[in-house]
């Protein structure tokens, strides 16, 4: 092919691609021009095809240049998207004609394709030309600004001057990040950044969290909208990192509204939208969770230092529960019980708990309220009187007691404080001590629940915490079937037990709580012989086993008869109290009394009165006892006074002179008298005694595991030994550093153990 022949064929493709640009493709033969551009690129005329090919498309948009400049302050985004769907459909058409120029030359000389090479003269031309640049921006930003604000705008005319704008980066999103994304997220921050300010001097926390949540949906919105997706993301992060991230503290620390106003007036559904909105940010659950845990060990100190006058163990328990209820609360439904919190929250209960050196005792004690007896639920009438009307008339009162079953579910909210206590040593000797007494005195609610809870113990701390408390079940066990031999022995023998109905409860001394001293008292001679009879018959058939009395831990029930008239208003004689008259001058009571208590009355059978000296030389009671029974008798409550004293003082003093009260009276035939001082707790001088014996016990617990380790490893290092110790020991209590270094070095001085020449830190087990 010559050079004319070439260029006549190039004018031909050139009047029909500027023919397309003008729209004016009707009459055109599109296979005619297929074949002129085969017929090129065939004969090695590709370039000059290429080239004027480019030369057109960039002569047409210096028109459309022109147009757009023009129309700047008159539908700007109207013309320019006019001009590029005008542009992209004429693109479309020359790639179809020159396509064989596509698969060939382009492919060939590595160039970029018809339709590409059209979108970059478009970009650089038209898009990228420095006012359209800068107007385009300025337009897009100020239209998005004014909708924000609450204004109407033609949401479509942005969305395809983005699109335009993602298409003219070819595969990437260089163009429409460099000349929209950018801008509009930083515009965005400052704009947010004002909004929040704005909104936090004016609202609420609750109410600034729904706004943000607002704002956020409206931003997604907008994406989705009119915006490329893959702003959401960036526009997303803007939003938090303003209005949240930067906003925590001052939300969370907002006076009547803020995280520590929501917790004290329990507003859960505040605290999930807080929880929701914090979760968007890095660090929000945490520092929201820090919030909370700083309120929370506020509110739990305050209830366990609080030590008021006469603080009750039972209340004591009772508010850490209440307070363990309340943030279990807000963990489902305002936390999503996320894992965060739910550590946070047992964290704190276990810091201040623990603040506390009385809480092992105090859980206990709680523990043994709920299982003693009579917690069924009762309902009942009772008669009230109006005075003033003179009207008598029945009105229902319901006592609403605890169930066994609400008993077993407040037992399964103590077993979580339990978890929380590190001294769980000092917990098993209390609750040894309480659980001895329920025991002794028949007033467990039910076997089955103390086998729960002693189930729920050995689940959390193993066998050997639980052995002694199975132990002392296994002997109230044997001790019944004991008592049914022992019954069936007197009735088959005939033996006298002297008219005394004797129950005996044969207790294993490495099991329960026994002092190591017991105390002394000379029983009466009745039921002396009757346990002599039951020593007898018991060694009979245990040889080689020895039984000790223990006074300090049994009771009786007393036959007591008091002498003396009470007149009716017609002269009649009547038994005081409700009590049962068996004669015109006698009325009985049982009275339900200590050990100590029965030896004391007994002594008033033979005799009108006795003398402070008389009592404790023919009892041999200690002293201190001895005070404590005379007490409950002669200065407790006026319905519990069986005995009177001269002189009349609060004091027991030598020299005081009892005499049985025969003006006794009481409205229940059958009375429990009520030892002086013995509550529920032990004294300070009991506590101290205690805590000995607990910390003589890890002394021993302490060199076992020592021992135990050793032998398994044979050579250790000293800090190695001391994590193993403490973590095999963290079930039972928390070992002091100093107290294991010092079992470490009685075990070196027992050559149980040796230093390495080596190393003195490196310890060696000696067989």
Same mark, same amino acid.
Request: proline share 2%.
């Given at each position: 092919?010559?050079?004319?022949?070439?260029?006549?064929?190039?004018?031909?493709?050139?009047?029909g691609?500027?023919?397309?640009?003008?729209?004016?493709?009707?009459?055109?033969?599109?296979?005619?021009?297929y074949?002129?551009?085969?017929k090129?690129?065939?004969?090695?005329?590709?370039?000059? &095809?290429?080239?004027? $090919?480019?030369?057109?498309v960039?002569?047409? $948009?210096?028109?459309?240049?022109?147009?757009? &400049?023009?129309?700047?302050n008159?539908?700007?985004?109207?013309?320019?998207n006019?001009?590029?769907n +005008?542009?992209?459909?004429?693109?479309?058409?020359?790639?179809?004609?020159?396509?064989?120029?596509?698969?060939?030359?382009?492919?060939?000389?590595n @160039?970029?394709?018809?339709?590409?090479?059209? $979108?970059?003269?478009?970009? +650089?031309?038209?898009?990228?030309?420095?006012?359209?640049?800068?107007?385009?921006?300025?337009?897009?930003?100020?239209?998005?600004?004014?909708?924000?604000?609450?204004?109407?705008?033609?949401?479509?005319?942005?969305?395809?001057?983005?699109?335009m704008?993602?298409?003219?980066?070819?595969?990437?999103?260089?163009?429409?990040?460099?000349?929209?994304?950018? =801008?509009? &997220?930083?515009?965005?921050?400052?704009?947010?950044?004002?909004?929040?300010?704005?909104?936090?001097?004016?609202?609420?926390?609750?109410?600034?969290?729904?706004?943000?949540?607002?704002?956020?949906?409206?931003?997604?919105?907008?994406?989705?909208?009119? $915006?490329?997706k893959?702003?959401?993301?960036?526009?997303?992060?803007?939003?938090?990192?303003?209005?949240?991230?930067?906003?925590?503290?001052?939300?969370?620390?907002?006076?009547?509204?803020?995280?520590?106003?929501?917790?004290?007036?329990?507003?859960?559904?505040?605290?999930?939208?807080?929880?929701?909105?914090?979760?968007?940010?890095?660090?929000?659950?945490?520092?929201?969770?820090?919030?909370?845990?700083?309120?929370?060990?506020?509110?739990?100190?305050?209830?366990?230092?609080?030590?008021? /006058?006469?603080?009750?163990?039972?209340?004591?328990?009772?508010?850490?529960?209440?307070?363990?209820?309340?943030?279990?609360?807000?963990?489902?439904?305002? !936390?999503?019980? #996320?894992?965060?919190?739910?550590?946070?929250?047992?964290? #704190?209960?276990?810091?201040?708990?623990?603040?506390?050196?009385? *809480? =092992?005792?105090?859980?206990?004690?709680?523990?043994?309220?709920?299982?003693?007896?009579?917690?069924?639920?009762?309902?009942?009438?009772?008669?009230?009187?109006?005075?003033?009307?003179?009207?008598?008339?029945?009105?229902?009162?319901?006592?609403?007691?605890?169930?066994?079953?609400? @008993?077993?579910?407040?037992?399964?909210?103590?077993?979580?404080?339990?978890?929380?206590?590190q001294?769980?040593?000092?917990f098993?000797?209390?609750?040894?001590?309480?659980?001895?007494?329920r025991?002794?005195?028949?007033?467990?609610?039910?076997?089955?629940?103390?086998?729960?809870?002693?189930?729920?113990?050995?689940?959390e701390?193993?066998?050997?915490?639980?052995?002694?408390?199975?132990?002392?079940?296994?002997?109230?066990?044997?001790?019944?079937?004991?008592?049914?031999?022992?019954?069936? %022995?007197?009735?088959?023998?005939?033996?006298?037990?002297?008219?005394?109905?004797?129950?005996?409860?044969?207790?294993?001394?490495?099991?329960?709580?026994?002092?190591?001293?017991?105390?002394?008292?000379?029983?009466?001679?009745?039921?002396?012989?009757?346990?002599?009879?039951?020593?007898?018959?018991?060694?009979?058939?245990?040889?080689?086993? %020895?039984?000790?009395?223990?006074? %300090?831990?049994?009771?009786?029930?007393?036959?007591?008869?008091?002498?003396?008239?009470?007149?009716?208003?017609?002269?009649?004689?009547?038994?005081?109290?409700?009590?049962?008259?068996?004669?015109?001058?006698?009325?009985?009571?049982? &009275?339900?009394?200590?050990?100590?208590?029965?030896?004391?009355?007994?002594?008033?059978?033979?005799? #009108?009165?006795?003398?402070?000296?008389?009592?404790?030389?023919?009892?041999?009671?200690?002293?201190?006892?001895?005070?404590?029974?005379?007490?409950? !008798?002669?200065c407790?409550? =006026?319905?519990?006074?069986?005995?009177?004293k001269?002189?009349? *003082?609060?004091?027991?003093?030598?020299?005081?002179?009892?005499?049985?009260?025969?003006? !006794?009276?009481?409205?229940? %035939?059958?009375?429990?008298?009520?030892t002086?001082?013995?509550?529920?707790?032990?004294?300070?001088?009991?506590?101290?005694?205690?805590?000995?014996? @607990?910390?003589?016990?890890?002394?021993?617990?302490?060199?076992?595991?020592? @021992?135990?380790?050793?032998?398994?490893?044979?050579?250790?290092?000293?800090?190695?030994?001391?994590?193993?110790?403490?973590?095999?020991?963290?079930?039972? !209590?928390?070992?002091?550093?100093?107290?294991?270094?010092?079992?470490?070095?009685?075990?070196?001085?027992? /050559?149980?153990?040796?230093?390495?020449?080596?190393?003195?830190?490196?310890?060696?087990?000696?067989?």
């Amino acid at each position: 092919m010559d050079e004319t022949y070439v260029n006549n064929i190039w004018n031909f493709l050139k009047n029909g691609i500027q023919e397309v640009q003008r729209k004016n493709n009707a009459e055109l033969s599109f296979e005619e021009l297929y074949k002129n551009v085969y017929k090129m690129v065939f004969h090695k005329h590709g370039e000059k &095809l290429y080239t004027g $090919l480019r030369e057109v498309v960039r002569e047409h $948009l210096k028109k459309v240049q022109k147009d757009v &400049l023009n129309s700047l302050n008159n539908n700007f985004l109207q013309t320019l998207n006019q001009a590029w769907n +005008d542009h992209q459909t004429a693109m479309v058409m020359i790639r179809d004609i020159v396509i064989y120029m596509d698969r060939v030359y382009v492919q060939q000389n590595n @160039v970029e394709n018809v339709y590409n090479l059209g $979108l970059i003269i478009f970009r +650089d031309q038209v898009v990228r030309y420095r006012c359209i640049q800068d107007h385009l921006k300025r337009t897009l930003l100020n239209m998005i600004a004014c909708e924000r604000k609450g204004d109407v705008v033609d949401r479509g005319a942005i969305r395809n001057a983005c699109q335009m704008l993602m298409i003219l980066g070819l595969d990437g999103r260089s163009v429409y990040e460099e000349d929209f994304e950018r =801008p509009f &997220l930083k515009m965005s921050r400052e704009f947010f950044q004002m909004e929040s300010e704005k909104f936090l001097a004016q609202n609420s926390a609750i109410v600034y969290i729904k706004k943000v949540e607002a704002r956020i949906n409206e931003e997604i919105e907008r994406v989705l909208h009119y $915006l490329d997706k893959s702003t959401q993301e960036p526009i997303v992060n803007v939003v938090e990192r303003e209005m949240i991230s930067k906003q925590m503290k001052n939300i969370m620390e907002m006076e009547n509204s803020g995280l520590v106003h929501m917790l004290k007036n329990g507003k859960t559904r505040d605290l999930a939208c807080m929880y929701m909105l914090f979760s968007r940010v890095p660090y929000g659950l945490k520092t929201m969770c820090e919030c909370m845990s700083s309120y929370l060990r506020e509110q739990g100190k305050a209830l366990v230092l609080d030590e008021g /006058e006469g603080k009750n163990p039972v209340d004591y328990v009772q508010s850490l529960l209440d307070l363990k209820t309340q943030f279990d609360c807000f963990l489902v439904e305002s !936390f999503n019980n #996320d894992r965060l919190f739910k550590q946070t929250i047992a964290g #704190d209960f276990e810091y201040f708990l623990n603040l506390n050196s009385h *809480s =092992p005792e105090y859980l206990s004690l709680f523990i043994d309220d709920k299982l003693r007896q009579g917690v069924k639920g009762v309902s009942g009438i009772l008669s009230t009187r109006q005075h003033f009307k003179e009207v008598e008339q029945s009105s229902p009162v319901f006592f609403h007691q605890l169930t066994e079953q609400e @008993v077993e579910t407040i037992l399964d909210k103590a077993m979580v404080l339990f978890r929380f206590m590190q001294e769980k040593d000092v917990f098993e000797r209390y609750y040894k001590q309480h659980l001895g007494r329920r025991l002794l005195s028949n007033k467990s609610v039910s076997d089955d629940s103390e086998k729960n809870i002693i189930s729920k113990l050995k689940t959390e701390c193993g066998y050997h915490f639980t052995s002694k408390l199975e132990g002392m079940f296994r002997d109230m066990s044997i001790s019944n079937a004991t008592m049914d031999e022992f019954r069936q %022995h007197t009735h088959t023998t005939g033996a006298s037990l002297s008219g005394v109905d004797l129950t005996v409860k044969v207790l294993t001394t490495g099991y329960w709580p026994i002092q190591s001293a017991t105390p002394k008292c000379t029983i009466p001679a009745a039921p002396s012989h009757a346990f002599e009879v039951f020593r007898r018959f018991y060694l009979t058939k245990h040889s080689g086993r %020895h039984l000790t009395l223990q006074h %300090h831990m049994g009771g009786a029930d007393l036959n007591a008869t008091f002498y003396s008239n009470i007149k009716k208003d017609n002269c009649s004689d009547v038994g005081l109290g409700g009590a049962q008259v068996t004669s015109l001058k006698t009325r009985k009571h049982i &009275l339900q009394v200590s050990t100590f208590q029965m030896t004391v009355l007994m002594l008033f059978n033979s005799r #009108d009165k006795c003398t402070y000296e008389e009592i404790q030389q023919e009892t041999d009671i200690p002293e201190r006892e001895l005070v404590r029974v005379l007490q409950s !008798f002669a200065c407790g409550k =006026p319905t519990q006074r069986v005995l009177t004293k001269q002189p009349k *003082s609060k004091e027991i003093e030598r020299g005081h002179v009892f005499t049985v009260n025969d003006h !006794f009276t009481s409205k229940l %035939h059958r009375v429990k008298i009520q030892t002086v001082a013995a509550k529920q707790e032990e004294s300070e001088p009991e506590r101290k005694e205690t805590r000995q014996k @607990v910390d003589d016990d890890r002394k021993h617990e302490i060199e076992a595991v020592i @021992v135990r380790i050793m032998k398994s490893r044979k050579k250790i290092q000293h800090k190695v030994l001391v994590a193993e110790v403490i973590q095999q020991l963290s079930t039972r !209590f928390l070992p002091s550093l100093v107290v294991i270094k010092e079992r470490i070095e009685g075990l070196i001085e027992r /050559e149980y153990l040796a230093r390495t020449s080596e190393n003195r830190k490196v310890y060696t087990y000696i067989a």
